[in-house]
């Protein structure tokens, strides 16, 4: 790891307020679809703890199950290699399905991963992640809901690491490398 130190991005506040809205928004659209339950999926590490409070904010019943991807390895450079280390435990056909990510850089790993579930026949499929930097995009996703639009910064905290640490901040915080 570089010399850095942590600078706060989103205070905890501001996180939990979102979430809330989120979660309202997201039982909101499935009730007026008639959906009865839901499948929300997390991708590992990173979504654990938006996960936690996200199903929290959703007043439908609903399943949890866990996914994990990887394209970054240990250091803050990006590469479009995705790989599925971890796939879901259980069905998605035919059921209304709700991805959870921590961040959307490119939007490669998710492009993949829709790719993948989509071949599943599920009756939906959408898309919720806490941080989108949409300015990084390279290809399209859909994302029906985004918590905050980020600036091109390598952030850190709420489940988020820079080499494995920081995931238990309970903000979001930026790494400024120290020259
Ligand atoms: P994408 O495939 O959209 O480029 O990248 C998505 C993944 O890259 C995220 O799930 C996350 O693991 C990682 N990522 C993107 N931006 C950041 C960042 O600012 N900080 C950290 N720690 N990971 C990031």
């Known amino acids: 790891m570089k010399?850095?130190?942590?600078?706060?991005?989103?205070?905890k506040?501001?996180?939990?307020?979102?979430?809330?809205?989120?979660?309202?928004?997201?039982?909101r659209f499935y009730?007026?679809?008639g959906a009865e339950n839901l499948v929300v999926i997390g991708l590992l590490?990173?979504?654990?703890?938006?996960m936690a409070d996200l199903v929290r904010s959703i007043d439908i019943p609903l399943e949890i199950d866990f996914m994990t991807a990887s394209s970054y390895g240990n250091s803050m450079e990006t590469s479009h290699d995705v790989?599925?280390?971890?796939?879901?435990?259980?069905?998605?056909y035919h059921r209304h399905v709700l991805?959870?990510?921590?961040?959307?850089?490119?939007?490669?790993?998710?492009?993949k991963i829709r790719e993948i579930l989509q071949l599943?026949?599920?009756?939906?499929l959408q898309i919720c992640t806490l941080l989108d930097k949409p300015f990084r995009?390279?290809?399209?996703?859909?994302?029906?809901w985004a918590g905050f639009p980020i600036p091109d910064e390598f952030v850190v905290g709420y489940g988020i690491d820079y080499a494995q640490y920081y995931r238990n901040l309970d903000y979001i915080g930026k790494v400024v490398i120290e020259e």
């Open 3 to 11: 010399k850095h130190h942590i600078e706060t991005l989103i205070p």
């Open 13 to 27: 506040e501001d996180v939990r307020d979102r979430i809330r809205e989120l979660g309202a928004e997201i039982t």
């Open 31 to 33: 009730k007026e679809k």
């Open 45 to 50: 590490r990173g979504s654990f703890m938006f």
């Open 83 to 92: 790989k599925i280390n971890k796939d879901l435990d259980g069905d998605i």
């Open 99 to 111: 991805i959870v990510e921590d961040i959307i850089d490119t939007g490669c790993t998710l492009q």
């Open 120 to 124: 599943r026949e599920p009756a939906s």
């Open 137 to 144: 995009r390279e290809v399209e996703v859909p994302v029906k």
